[in-house]
């Protein structure tokens, strides 16, 4: 099984060193030692846990969606220019980039510092993977 030390855990969920050994702390997360000693998650369980945030994250009430794909963020670039709009949110360690019509942009009234949510839906989604025992 994969386990992720506390920093690495940290940056996957997009949270500080602090937040995951307080969930530790607290029961949420539990841990075992590595090799050289140090403080390891299992991935199995940090992904149910990452599950669990996005879930009590996407919590908006009455609205519903076919798409599954939701990525919260902050709105860091607004650029329209002609017909066509691109923005950027910062969704924890990730950044999202969105093309849209101008007119689409300006009816979010999307301003930088906003909260944004980049909802996405495609056909083709690439996975890679870094596994430490590959290397």
């Known amino acids: 099984m994969t386990h992720f030390r506390i920093a690495e855990a940290a940056t996957l ?7 995951v050994r307080r ?10 030692h590595d090799a050289a000693g140090r403080q390891v ?8 846990h990452a599950q669990w945030l996005a879930s009590a994250a996407n919590e ?28 950027e949110l910062q969704c924890g360690p990730f950044r999202v980039v969105s ?10 009234r999307l ?10 839906k495609a056909t083709t989604v690439i ?3 870094h596994r430490k025992d590959d290397e």
């Open 13 to 19: 969920l997009g949270v500080s060193d602090d937040t």
């Open 23 to 32: 969930w530790v702390r607290d029961g949420l997360l539990t841990v075992s």
């Open 41 to 48: 998650v299992p991935g199995d369980e940090l992904a149910a």
């Open 60 to 87: 908006d009430g009455d609205r519903q969606l076919s798409a599954r794909n939701r990525f919260v963020g902050l709105v860091t670039r607004v650029e329209i220019e002609g017909l066509m709009a691109q923005v």
């Open 99 to 108: 093309l849209m019509s101008a007119e689409a942009a300006r009816d979010l």
């Open 111 to 120: 301003e930088v510092g906003d909260r944004g949510v980049a909802i996405v």
């Open 127 to 129: 996975i890679e993977t």
